[in-house]
Each structure stands twice: as structure tokens, then as C-alpha cells.
T-cell receptor
Framework: KQEVTQIPAALSVPEGENLVLNCSFT??????LQWFRQDPGKGLTSLLL?????REQTSGRLNASLDKSSGRSTLYIAASQPGDSATYLC???????????FGKGTMLLVSP | NAGVTQTPKFRILKIGQSMTLQCAQD?????MYWYRQDPGMGLKLIYY???????DKGEVPNGYNVSRSTTEDFPLRLELAAPSQTSVYFC?????????????FGEGSRLTVL
């Protein structure tokens, strides 16, 4: 059974720092990996989607990488801002299955 | 460009009452999902559907029912509401492996059972 782990569970940084959030998964036979953002009391917003054939995706200050063979993905946030404070979740869509497996998320706090 | 629409956004139920959470998507997605999220916890899959007329249980289906009569709609029914069903419910959809598989979420329905 696919398991997705996100480390750290919580992270607090001062504004301006570059930071890395980690996501690991146990079965490398995935169709894609997706990073989401969730603000308190809100729904999930898709940030980046990486197909299994891709190594990375970028959107603005965000860069997500995927290493299928090692079962790892990282989300890099450059020059963090207080508005980046949220919970970040990763999810994998496994080959041969119809459902996604989610990690429990990393709660990020960026202080001014 | 509505995406995934959930109604209602908020609801308070008394123990034993029943209700239906509505979910509709306008992206012609085959796959639709219902999740619940309890405070400080991750997402748990309740039910999912890979197409009209096809539904399947997720990890926490007890106390819920679903139907999928059209591609667009995937309602979630709560029968005999219990306090343990107090949660935030999210509906999501994607095109499965016939497209990128990107998952889109609704804004959520916050349910309180008293």
C-alpha cells in the first residue's frame, strides 16, 4: 500500500528565507505527484503537478522536483513571504489505481 | 469557469438527521471523490467514482452513501447523522489517466452535528 510522508510536520522561518519541503512515497510506480496549498479554514489549491516522466516544474517562486527512483519530491520556495504561510500537502496518483494518496502536510509559518 | 462547486458551505445538523452534500463539476471529469478532513488531521477518502453509474468505497465509508447518475454530479448523503461526522467535507475531481490527472477541489462544506 502506498504511503506518503511529509517532513517536517511544521516549519517556522523568518521572511526572506529560501526553504525546502519534503515528500516521500513508498511505491515509485506513480502517474503523477501534485503539491497543494491549504490556507486555514479553506480548500486545497493546486500549486504544481509533476508527471512521472518529468523531473521538475516551476511556477513563480515555487519549484517542485521529482525523483521517482528514490521515491522523493521536494518543494522549494524562494524568498519566502508571510503570505506563504499555509499547510502544504503532496499527493501521488499511483499507476493502476483510481485514487490519490495524500501526505499529512507541512504547516509553514513565515514571520515578518 | 466554475470548476468544482459544493453546496452548502456550512450546515448544522441534529443527531439522527439526514442530509445531502451536493457536488458538481463542469470540467467533464470522469473521476470524482469525497474526502473528509478533521481538525489537525489529513484527508480521508470516503467514496469515489470513476464514471457515471460507478461508485466505490474509500477508507471511511460507514455512515455515508453516494450516487453518480451523471458525469457532472456526485452527491454525498449522510444518514442518521452522528457527532463523529462533524468535519469539513471536500469534493474533488480529475480526468484520471486520460489527461494530466490534476486534481481539483471544491471549497469545502463544513458540517457540525450536535
Amino acid at each position: 500500500k502506498q504511503e506518503v510522508t511529509q517532513i517536517p510536520a511544521a516549519l517556522s522561518v523568518p521572511e526572506g528565507e529560501n526553504l525546502v519541503l519534503n515528500c516521500s512515497f513508498t511505491d515509485s510506480a506513480i502517474y503523477n505527484l501534485q503539491w497543494f496549498r491549504q490556507d486555514p479554514g479553506k480548500g486545497l489549491t493546486s500549486l504544481l503537478l509533476i508527471q512521472s516522466s518529468q523531473r521538475e516544474q516551476t511556477s513563480g517562486r515555487l519549484n517542485a522536483s521529482l525523483d521517482k527512483s528514490s521515491g522523493r519530491s521536494t518543494l522549494y520556495i524562494a524568498a519566502s513571504q508571510p503570505g506563504d504561510s499555509a499547510t502544504y500537502l503532496c499527493a501521488v496518483f499511483e499507476e493502476g489505481y483510481s485514487t490519490l494518496t495524500f501526505g499529512k502536510g507541512t504547516m509553514l509559518l513565515v514571520s515578518p | 469557469n466554475a470548476g468544482v462547486t459544493q453546496t452548502p458551505k456550512f450546515r448544522i445538523l441534529k443527531i439522527g438527521q439526514s442530509m445531502t452534500l451536493q457536488c458538481a463539476q463542469d470540467m467533464n471529469h470522469n473521476y470524482m471523490y469525497w474526502y473528509r478532513q478533521d481538525p489537525g488531521m489529513g484527508l480521508k477518502l470516503i467514496y469515489y467514482s470513476v464514471g457515471a453509474g460507478i461508485t466505490d468505497k474509500g477508507e471511511v465509508p460507514n455512515g455515508y452513501n453516494v450516487s453518480r447518475s451523471t458525469t457532472e454530479d456526485f452527491p454525498l448523503r449522510l444518514e442518521l447523522a452522528a457527532p463523529s461526522q462533524t468535519s469539513v467535507y471536500f469534493c474533488a475531481s480529475n480526468a484520471g489517466v486520460w489527461d494530466t490527472g490534476e486534481l481539483f477541489f471544491g471549497e469545502g462544506s463544513r458540517l457540525t452535528v450536535l
